[in-house]
């Protein structure tokens, strides 16, 4: 009989794998089969259900809160990175035992809404000013609700479990009326106040923008250095007689709202005089200038001034006192320009002396302000000059540099006429600098002085220092982001919340028109809580002032206040709607987000928080980093490499989104691309076979088969003891929320220990060992706790595969996702044993390599053929003798020399003496092949019955 027929006769007695799992995973199809499978089973509502169960247990209370997405578009890579960390942190929880109720939220107002709105009014020709306010915000309404609809579906299709039917938004109604609510809190302790100062201003949005709402790209300014002529001398010797204080600036557009000039006691200062000039100068020879000491050879190269002479110089102390004029002075700008010192004035850059223009500059509004200098409102919500300005109305701030110059040259050429101090244009150039822009129109941003509403970080209330102070007890993940948050909180100017814009929640309270006093009543903003809830913010256009005033005040002497609040006051409101109910902690457990809401949502729920209830809404901080491109690039449409979710559901599966996701360092920057997809599918598909190998693996297991542990063979504790090691990493990972590298672990954990190891060793036994024999049962029971267990641990994660691979074995009516991580027993850690089998692995590996040597030589074909002469030290063969060498190095016969005297290869002993005996030694096995299970044996053809069989193999199909 030839070997192929033989091998055939005795094919059916093999217990070869069988399982419906299949080999391929074929996502983009099953996926939507298993979401439409878990809401016809009502998964949802069993995961509730279990929860109360748990809660009357008295089980811990875990609570994520959802940083709300803006309702705005499609979902792209950055929304499902951080709502798949989220949803593993989640089911992590849910698995290890804890009550977890995950409700989803939408950031629905603010300006990207109202820019699509009256986008469509452009198209249509319509003008967003003829529209009724009421119709306008319910056409936002509108636009909201169908994005949170599409973007909610979206959510689901990558698997994310949440309670969808209960999700928070900020336009509800009930949320509109705790918004409103929490505005009233800092209206009655007195941290609301209408002040007026510099803010970051887009004069195409006409809106004041928050920190957060602002980006900052390449951008090119004008240059000017401009000389001021100074008409009060404070020094004793008279040195600033017939002298120009000379400042830089890149705005020359805020020149006509200069208002004084800083310098700093600290820098030395220089009177020099201009002896000669290059030909392209403005400068004239004679011309006198103040400037920083340290910057005098700078500021001459800069301006063409070729030779110099320095005639006096001292400290900015003796500064105090001077006085200056601007250089517009006979053109309705006949104010003094004062000299102040001011702290903020370096030598970095410029000429050490700063112009001041209270209106468009932080520094320079509290400066002048410290000084009763008051501020000048020149510049127009849309960027163009007011009306009354001289020179320059109805110029654009950003057209404003042509005509800013000329009029600085004219002043130059009027003061050369009349002989007096070089005054206005010294030189002018451009440069390309990082300047702020509206994330949202991409234009750039003035600083603007306008009358905002402010709430206050250090008056009585001291939220700054209060925030500052419960941040010690915030957990930050990566623990280095707690200084990005702190330095940012510790450097803020007040909280600017107003904006003047439409759909939002007003900032809903009455000003006093005779004192211009806010009112602070609590019965007043009662009634506009208790509208708002019933008719949402709406009601604050809709009713008389009088319907929240009521009998107390007369209506007529109170200006209503119309200004919407900022969209990162209502987000950073959301706990107050959110936490504390039924299930639901408060301060959250964890708030994760992206890096950028350090200055965004982490930044304004503390805030917000800390201002109304003195504690931070969290407990913990997680970051993830931004999404790249594969050369590190940011997506772009223009570049085409934007990745889209959507498009990964629909080629590959949101289980290779949610394995990329967690084998990526989401606490740094990530890269996707097609490349790395092809990797992590993959990585995947080493992950599905495991699964389906002990599927197959477990055919027909029943409990009867299982081995104690007591009895088990050492391979199969040391698989036991790996997975406590497992367990304690997943543990670790839930407790602390640092889940990077986590299942790049429990991958190689696959791969490498069972796979390439465990699986290669044991496919002999479970193939071809009586379905009786102790050794198959004992493999067959640790598969069973192995599919358990990586089923639960991949849940999180894979949280489609997990639930195939789990119903393929226990039935449709079943799922991994109401299981909860098995809970190991601690028996099966046993650090001696580990350490014991990592000798073992290493011997073998030694071993394999001269099988594989063989292989490569031509001596053998596969390593049944093998047979392998090991020699051991007598220290060895204590240690290693009574393993089944054939069986670990899959070979038909290894043949244990002992070699006494001799020194050990695999172990390490600085005291053994003697020569090392020889490495392993490879040769043909001797025998014949058994048609069953194809090792190599001298025993093949001693049964008559069965001569094509080993014995072990003749006793199997005997029975």
Same mark, same amino acid.
């Given at each position: 009989?030839?070997?192929? !027929? ?46 109360? /169960? ?9 609570? @994520?809160?959802?940083?709300? #997405? ?70 936002? +309404? ?11 579906? /979206? ?84 040195? @600033?007689?017939?002298? $120009? ?34 030909? =392209? ?47 517009? *002075? ?37 400066? %002048? ?71 949202? $129109? *991409? ?72 004192? *211009? ?185 029943? =409990? ?48 490498? &220990? ?5 699986? &290669? ?6 193939? %071809? &060992? ?18 358990? %267990? ?13 639930? =195939? ?49 063989? +292989? ?31 069986? @670990? ?21 600085? =005291? ?6 020889? #490495? ?14 194809? !090792? ?15 014995? +072990? %193999? ?6």
């Amino acid at each position: 009989m030839t070997e192929s !027929k033989s091998t055939d006769l005795y094919r059916d007695t093999v217990f070869l794998p069988s399982t419906s799992f299949p080999m391929r995973g074929g996502l983009p199809k099953k996926e939507p089969e298993i979401l439409a499978h878990w809401k016809k089973i009502g998964l949802d509502e069993a995961i509730q259900k279990k929860s109360d /169960e748990r809660l009357a247990a008295g089980h811990k209370v875990f609570t @994520l809160h959802d940083g709300p #997405p803006y309702a705005n578009g499609h979902l792209h890579i950055g929304h499902a990175l951080n709502k798949i960390i989220k949803d593993v942190i989640n089911r992590s929880h849910r698995m290890n035992g804890e009550v977890v109720r995950y409700i989803p939220g939408w950031d629905c107002h603010g300006l990207p809404i109202e820019w699509r709105i009256e986008e469509q009014y452009r198209k249509a020709g319509k003008n967003k000013d003829d529209v009724p306010v009421l119709q306008f915000r319910a056409e936002c +309404r509108n636009y909201a609700k169908e994005w949170l609809t599409t973007q909610s579906s /979206e959510f689901q299709r990558l698997g994310v479990q949440a309670e969808w039917d209960n999700r928070y938004a900020t336009m509800d109604f009930s949320s509109e009326a705790t918004i409103v609510e929490e505005i009233g809190r800092f209206l009655l302790n007195g941290s609301l106040y209408r002040g007026l100062r510099p803010v970051m201003w887009s004069p195409v949005e006409k809106t004041a923008l928050a920190e957060a709402e602002i980006e900052y790209h390449d951008h090119t300014s004008v240059t000017i250095f401009v000389a001021f002529p100074i008409v009060k001398d404070s020094t004793s010797n008279h040195a @600033l007689d017939g002298v $120009s204080a000379v400042i830089w600036t890149t705005t020359p557009w805020t020149i006509p709202a200069n208002r004084a000039i800083a310098y700093n006691n600290d820098i030395n200062y220089q009177v020099i005089i201009a002896q000669a000039v290059s030909d =392209e100068s403005y400068v004239m020879v004679g011309s006198k200038f103040l400037v920083a000491q340290d910057l005098a050879d700078s500021f001459c190269q800069q301006v063409g001034i070729t030779d110099h002479q320095a005639l006096h110089t001292f400290s900015g102390q003796a500064l105090k006192g001077t006085v200056a004029a601007h250089p517009f *002075r006979g053109k309705g700008f006949d104010y003094d320009v004062p000299l102040l010192a001011g702290e903020f004035v370096t030598t970095e850059a410029g000429t050490g002396l700063v112009h001041c223009a209270p209106a468009h500059g932080e520094d320079d509004f509290y400066l %002048c302000r410290d000084h009763q200098i008051g501020v000048d409102e020149l510049v127009q919500d849309d960027g163009v000059y007011a009306p009354n300005v001289p020179l320059f109305a109805g110029i654009h701030v950003f057209k404003a540099a042509e005509p800013v110059c000329d009029q600085l040259i004219e002043s130059s050429q009027k003061a050369q006429t009349e002989g007096k101090a070089f005054t206005g244009l010294v030189a002018r150039s451009s440069i390309v600098h990082s300047y702020p822009h509206s994330w949202r $129109s *991409r234009a750039p941003v003035i600083y603007r002085a306008t009358p905002q509403w402010f709430i206050a970080m250090d008056d009585d209330r001291k939220i700054r220092e209060n925030a500052l102070s419960v941040l010690e007890d915030v957990t930050f993940v990566p623990a280095q982001i707690r200084n990005r948050l702190t330095s940012m909180v510790a450097s803020r100017p007040d909280w600017c919340i107003s904006r003047q814009r439409a759909w939002g929640v007003p900032i809903a309270v009455f000003v006093n028109k005779e004192t *211009r006093e806010v009112l602070r009543d609590e019965n007043v903003m009662q009634r506009i809580v208790e509208a708002f809830k019933v008719e949402g913010a709406d009601a604050w256009y809709t009713s008389p002032a009088s319907r929240f005033l009521g009998d107390s005040y007369n209506a007529d002497d109170f200006e209503q206040v119309f200004d919407i609040v900022d969209v990162w006051f209502e987000s950073g409101s959301t706990h107050a709607f959110v936490l504390g109910q039924d299930k639901l902690n408060f301060p959250a457990d964890l708030y994760l987000e992206g890096s950028d809401q350090h200055r965004g949502w982490f930044q304004s729920s503390l805030l917000e928080c800390v201002g109304t209830r003195g504690i931070a809404p969290y407990k913990a901080i997680v970051t993830n980093g931004f999404v790249m491109d594969e050369q590190g690039r940011k997506m772009s449409k223009s570049l085409g490499n934007v990745v889209a979710p959507q498009d990964v559901n629909d080629s590959l599966g949101a289980d290779i989104l949610r394995l990329w996701v967690m084998n990526s360092d989401t606490n740094d920057d990530l890269r996707i691309g097609k490349e790395i997809l092809k990797q992590q599918g993959d990585l995947y598909r080493r992950l599905r076979n495991t699964l389906r190998w002990l599927l197959g693996g477990l055919d027909d297991f029943s =409990e009867a088969e299982k081995v104690p542990y007591a009895e088990l063979p050492e391979l199969e504790k040391w698989v036991l003891h790996r997975l406590t090691e497992m367990n304690k990493i997943i543990q670790q990972a839930v407790t602390s929320h640092e889940w990077v590298g986590v299942y790049p672990t429990l991958h190689h954990f696959c791969t490498v &220990d069972l796979s390439a190891f465990y699986f &290669d060793i044991r496919k002999d036994a479970l193939y %071809c &060992d009586d379905t009786n024999n102790v050794r198959r049962r004992a493999a067959r029971t640790v598969l069973d706790i192995l599919h358990r %267990c990586l089923c639960a641990w991949l849940a999180p994660v894979l949280c489609f595969t997990a639930e =195939e691979a789990w119903t393929a074995r226990f039935g449709e009516d079943q799922s991994i996702h109401l299981e909860d991580f098995p809970t190991l027993p601690a028996e099966w850690n046993n650090e001696a044993l580990a350490e014991r089998w990592l000798q073992v692995r290493a011997i073998r590996r030694i071993i394999t390599t001269e099988i594989e040597n063989a +292989r490569r030589e031509g001596m053998i074909k596969s390593s049944l053929q093998a047979a392998v002469e090991l020699a051991f030290s007598e220290k060895e063969v204590a240690l290693f003798g009574q393993y089944d060498w054939a069986e @670990l190095v899959i070979v038909s016969q290894v043949d244990i020399q002992i070699v006494p005297g001799s020194a050990s290869l695999y172990t390490e002993d600085e =005291e053994q003496q003697g020569e090392p005996h020889a #490495p392993p030694v490879v040769t043909v096995a001797s025998g014949e092949k058994c048609a069953r299970c194809w !090792k190599v044996l001298d025993e093949v053809g001693e049964n008559t019955e069965h001569p094509e069989l080993c014995l +072990r %193999c003749v006793d199997v199909v005997s029975q």
